[in-house]
């Protein structure tokens, strides 16, 4: 089989988008052998269809590029969400702004990986719902409120108010299951909660996931 031919042509059909060579070996490539599929990449690469951006992590140079690649893969359709100043700038909490970004992800298999110094992806092994999303980013805001540069408190309550308006015991349950945060991020955001009249169980939740595990 011409598996350079193969990965040619499916290479065409994802334009601009990332090739992360242990997440595309575990979805798309099982029956390729390792070193064989790296010798069809460093191939695609002379042919100017890849370009490595870290390593094992290349981009699709082809088609019209319409958004960021990187994020396009990391932190969507389920895949991550990203954190960090971008995402405090994103609900008005700072204008201040500092790389790289950052992103939460499932779509790779070490625990961090840097993309050249414009981002720092990090594990989180579950599926990023929307409001998965929401409840990673009202805890991230409120474990890094102190250190956050330039904040604006109102942008703070209002973006926390938003984030937090579909409050769920069972997408924290499965966030905490899969990343520790402090317990005084968890007793803060029970505090926050119970300002914003949502019922809620998240100290339970927290002592069950992270302290008797």
């Known amino acids: 089989m011409n598996y350079t ?6 290479c065409k059909t994802t334009p601009w988008k990332i090739f992360d060579v242990s997440y595309e070996m575990k979805d798309h490539f099982k029956m390729v052998p390792y070193k064989t599929l790296l010798k069809a990449l460093n191939r695609l690469e002379e042919e100017g269809l ?5 390593k094992g992590v290349y981009l699709i140079k082809t088609g019209e590029l319409v958004e ?5 893969h990391y932190a969507s359709e389920g895949r991550g969400v ?10 008005g909490i700072t204008d201040h702004t500092e790389k790289p970004i950052r992103v ?3 779509a790779m298999e070490t625990d961090t990986k840097n993309i050249g110094e414009d981002y720092i992806l990090m594990r989180f092994p579950i599926y990023f719902t929307e409001r998965t999303q929401r ?4 805890l991230e805001i409120i474990e890094n409120g102190p250190n956050i540069i330039g904040q604006e408190m109102s ?3 209002s973006a926390l108010m938003e984030l937090l308006n579909d409050y769920s015991d069972i997408t924290m349950t499965n966030i905490l299951r899969n990343h520790r945060y402090q317990y005084s991020t ?10 914003l009249k949502k019922p809620n169980d998240v100290i339970n939740i927290y002592r069950k996931e992270c302290l008797d595990a």
């Open 104 to 106: 939460y992800t499932n």
């Open 155 to 157: 942008g703070r309550a």
């Open 5 to 10: 031919k193969t990965i040619r042509e499916y």
């Open 135 to 138: 409840q990673i980013s009202a």
């Open 50 to 54: 890849l370009e490595t951006v870290s």
């Open 68 to 72: 960021d690649p990187i994020l396009a």
């Open 186 to 195: 968890i007793c803060s955001l029970n505090s926050v909660l119970s300002d």
């Open 82 to 91: 990203v954190v960090g100043y971008a995402m405090y700038n994103r609900y």
